[in-house]
């Protein structure tokens, strides 16, 4: 019912394109030759980016607030609306997205805006490429992190919002040229187009981040040392982000990491539980924290995980009674958002599976199950440290 409301309030319309000068190329007319690129684009979040539902109704709460973020926000989740001004999403290529023709049209960037033309040649990261289709041109910016900055960092009302890119800039991996693309755009050989030569490399359009366990994996390392002294317990684990060429988590401050940490003894029983929260947080005009971000009006807190930090959190405890003592760690990926439902309601939103988790273990004790994926928290476990402190037969020690 709300989404049938969403499509009335928004005009949400589909119209059969039709290709003329002046008009982008909706993504189909790509498929026939660029099957591969289409395949993946169709299940990344950018093709999601107006269908998306967390989007949706996030967008109607910034309307309700105002007006004005009905273009604001589009000028991200469907930027081909800078050039056409459909701001009322009743044509298909502005359905579309972050689509094809948008980005690989696009000849510059500065700051948020993109100077782009759909009457462009194709813009991509080849020197040598003809084609009757359609012209190419060489892009350099293409293959850059600036070509992505433009929407993955932003900010509102003077508050820093979305600060992937400048995150980026100042890690290690920037430092060695590392770029977005060579982590989100991951290179395979095989050809660009049907019937195109074998290349060494051609750039697959996936985009995983965050909701992709699989890619999650090996964001964190954790390691774990137990000392005893008479019945105090204390456990030290070191947490790394070494693969990840920004904070984890990044991007809006609805998404968060979370540290679980548990010890029982033998029997199951708990003798100390732990949490750590690492976020960035932001507040509204009555210091509330909100996920609505267009309603912040400062950061409060950002204790997120630098590129290339390693920290150190501890955790002590009585451990009296207790002979032998099972302490496990986990840590949690969490995205907070609203969805608006249904009965019928199906949600495109890719889930990461338990199957995808991550687990560094070294003892066989029993895996906590990942968090079911609610309305309203999705939980993905990355990264899990077990360990079984024996104290002895004798309980002499205390
Ligand atoms: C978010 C922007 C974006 C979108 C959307 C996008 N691309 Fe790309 N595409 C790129 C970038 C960036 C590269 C170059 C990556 C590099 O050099 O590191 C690229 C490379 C390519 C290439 C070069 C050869 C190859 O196969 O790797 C083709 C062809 C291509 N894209 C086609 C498409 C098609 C077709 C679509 C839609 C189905 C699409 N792209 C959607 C950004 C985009
Ligand atoms: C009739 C087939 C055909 C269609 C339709 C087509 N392309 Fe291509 N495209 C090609 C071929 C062939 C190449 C060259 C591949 C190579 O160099 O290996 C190419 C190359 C490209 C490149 C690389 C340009 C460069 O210099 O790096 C991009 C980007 C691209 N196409 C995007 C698109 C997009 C976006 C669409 C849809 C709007 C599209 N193409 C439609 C056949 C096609
Ligand atoms: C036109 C704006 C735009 C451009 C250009 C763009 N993105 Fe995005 N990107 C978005 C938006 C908007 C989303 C989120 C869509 C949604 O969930 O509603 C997104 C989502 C993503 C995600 C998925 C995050 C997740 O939660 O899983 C990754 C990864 C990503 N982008 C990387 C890139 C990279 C790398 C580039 C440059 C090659 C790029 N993007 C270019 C706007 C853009
Ligand atoms: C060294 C590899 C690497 C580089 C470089 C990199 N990323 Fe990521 N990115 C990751 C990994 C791994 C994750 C998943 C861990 C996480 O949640 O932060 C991720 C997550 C994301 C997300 C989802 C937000 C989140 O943290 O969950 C977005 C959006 C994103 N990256 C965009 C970018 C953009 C834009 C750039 C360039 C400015 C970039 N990334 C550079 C590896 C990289
Ligand atoms: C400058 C570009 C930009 C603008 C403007 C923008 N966004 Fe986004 N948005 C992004 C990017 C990039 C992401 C990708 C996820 C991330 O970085 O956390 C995103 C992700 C989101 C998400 C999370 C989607 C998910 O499934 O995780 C929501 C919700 C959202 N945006 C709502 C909005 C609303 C509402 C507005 C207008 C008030 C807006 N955005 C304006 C770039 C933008």
Redesign the pocket.
């Known amino acids: 019912m709300k989404k049938v409301l969403f499509a009335a309030i928004i005009g949400l319309i589909m119209v059969p394109g039709v290709h003329a000068a002046g008009e982008f190329q909706l993504?189909y007319t790509?498929?026939n030759c660029?099957q591969?690129?289409?395949g993946e684009?169709?299940r990344s979040m950018?093709?999601l980016s107006v269908d998306d539902p967390i989007f949706q109704a996030a967008y109607l709460r910034a309307l309700q607030s105002d007006p004005k973020y009905r273009s604001f926000c589009l000028t991200c989740h469907s930027p081909t609306t800078r050039i056409t001004d459909d701001f009322n999403l009743t044509k298909s290529i502005s359905v579309e997205g972050?689509?094809?023709s948008?980005?690989?049209t696009v000849t510059g960037v500065e700051s948020n805006n993109y100077t782009f033309n759909p009457d462009s040649p194709?813009e991509?990261?080849?020197t040598d490429s003809k084609t009757n289709a359609h012209a190419s041109s060489y892009s350099a910016l293409?293959?850059k992190s600036e070509?992505?900055a433009g929407c993955h960092e932003f900010s509102i009302n003077g508050v820093p919002i979305s600060e992937t890119y400048s995150e980026w800039k100042a890690s290690p991996e920037a430092a060695e040229g590392e770029?977005c693309?060579?982590c989100h755009?991951v290179t395979k050989r095989g050809v660009?187009?049907t019937n195109g030569t074998i290349?060494d490399?051609?750039?697959?359009?996936f985009?995983y981040g965050g909701r992709t366990g699989q890619f999650l994996a090996n964001a964190f390392q954790i390691n774990s040392s137990i000392q005893r002294t008479g019945n105090r317990v204390k456990v030290t684990l070191v947490i790394s982000n070494n693969n990840v060429g920004h904070m984890i988590p990044s991007g809006l401050p609805s998404r968060k990491v979370v540290l679980d940490f548990n010890a029982t003894d033998k029997q199951g029983q708990g003798i100390f539980s732990g949490q750590k929260v690492y976020a960035k947080t932001i507040v509204d005009q009555y210091n509330n924290e909100v996920l609505d971000f267009w309603k912040a009006v400062s950061v409060a807190k950002d204790n997120r995980f630098k590129p290339g930090e390693s920290r150190t959190e501890v955790f002590e405890f009585d451990a009296r009674g207790a002979d032998e003592i099972d302490i496990q760690a986990s840590l949690t990926y969490q995205l907070e958002a609203q969805i608006i439902t249904t009965e019928t309601q199906t949600l495109n939103v890719e889930l990461a599976t338990a199957s995808n988790r991550s687990i560094i273990s070294n003892t066989e004790a029993p895996q906590p199950t990942a968090k079911a994926p609610a309305i309203g928290l999705i939980g993905i476990l990355i990264a899990m440290a077990t360990a079984i402190l024996v104290f002895g037969r004798k309980k002499s020690q205390r």
């Open positions: 993504s790509c498929a660029h591969d690129r289409y684009w169709t950018h093709a972050i689509t094809c948008f980005c690989h194709m991509g990261p080849y293409h293959t070509f992505c770029q693309q060579d755009m660009a187009a290349r490399k051609v750039y697959q359009h985009w």
